[in-house]
């Protein structure tokens, strides 16, 4: 059974500074590999999908990364601003038209 | 539509009623999934449609939980005589084909 899990749970930081989420899975057969954002009572936005067969995908000041051999994601954030201030989730399906399974998330403050 | 539509955003009922919840997916997305998510906790897997038919249903809670696809389009999540553990918030996506996954806003349920 896939597990997604996600640390850190919660992660503080000042303005400007660079980040890593991490994410990391059970199954490395994934098909794909997707982040999303969550505001408080909010739904989900998404901000990177990696195809199983990708390395890594970049998205503005964010770029993810995708390690399947050792069941790893990482989230990249550059220079961090207060409205980056949200929950971040990572999902994963394992083939195409199954269930996404995600972790639990991590919840990051970035103060001004 | 431009996005995943949600209806209603809130709800509240009594215990032991009877509350439909309603997704309308973006045009031509294949896919359907709802997820609930509780307070505090992570997204639970309820449902999956692919087209009408409901290949995934393994993670409705009982059988007081049910749902239905038609036209390939909306989808209905029927929750009979409610308890106050359903109160979560239920949040419907779509995609094309399995990839990338778009959530709605989510409907608040509140059991009273």
């Known amino acids: 059974k896939q597990e997604v899990t996600q640390i850190p749970a919660a992660l503080s930081v000042p303005e400007g500074e660079n980040l890593v989420l991490n994410c990391s899975f059970t199954d490395s057969a994934i098909y794909n590999l997707q982040w999303f954002r969550q505001d408080p009572g909010k739904g989900l936005t998404s901000l990177l999908l990696?195809?199983?067969?990708?390395r890594e995908q970049t998205s503005g000041r964010l770029n993810a990364s995708l390690d399947k051999s050792s069941g790893r994601s990482t989230l990249y954030i550059a220079a961090s601003q207060p409205g980056d201030s949200a929950t971040y989730l990572c999902?994963?399906?394992?083939?195409?038209?199954?269930?996404?399974?995600f972790g639990k998330g991590t919840t990051l403050s970035v103060s001004s | 539509g431009a996005g995943v539509s949600q209806s209603p955003s809130n709800k509240v009922t009594e215990k032991g009623k009877d509350v439909e919840l309603r997704c309308d997916p973006i045009?031509?997305?294949?896919?359907l999934y709802w997820y609930r998510q509780s307070l505090g906790q992570g997204l639970e897997f309820l449902i999956y449609?692919?087209?009408?038919?409901?290949?995934?249903k393994s993670g409705l809670p009982s059988d007081r939980f049910s749902a239905e696809r038609t036209g390939g389009s909306v989808s209905t999540l029927t929750i009979q005589r409610t308890q106050q553990e359903d109160s979560a918030v239920y949040l419907c996506?779509?995609?094309?084909?399995?990839?990338?996954?778009?959530f709605g806003q989510g409907t608040r349920l509140t059991v009273v």
């Open positions: 045009s031509g997305h294949t896919a």
């Open positions: 996506a779509s995609s094309f084909d399995g990839f990338e996954a778009f």
């Open positions: 999902a994963v399906n394992n083939q195409a038209g199954t269930a996404l399974i």
């Open positions: 449609f692919q087209g009408n038919s409901a290949p995934d």
């Open positions: 990696i195809q199983s067969s990708q």
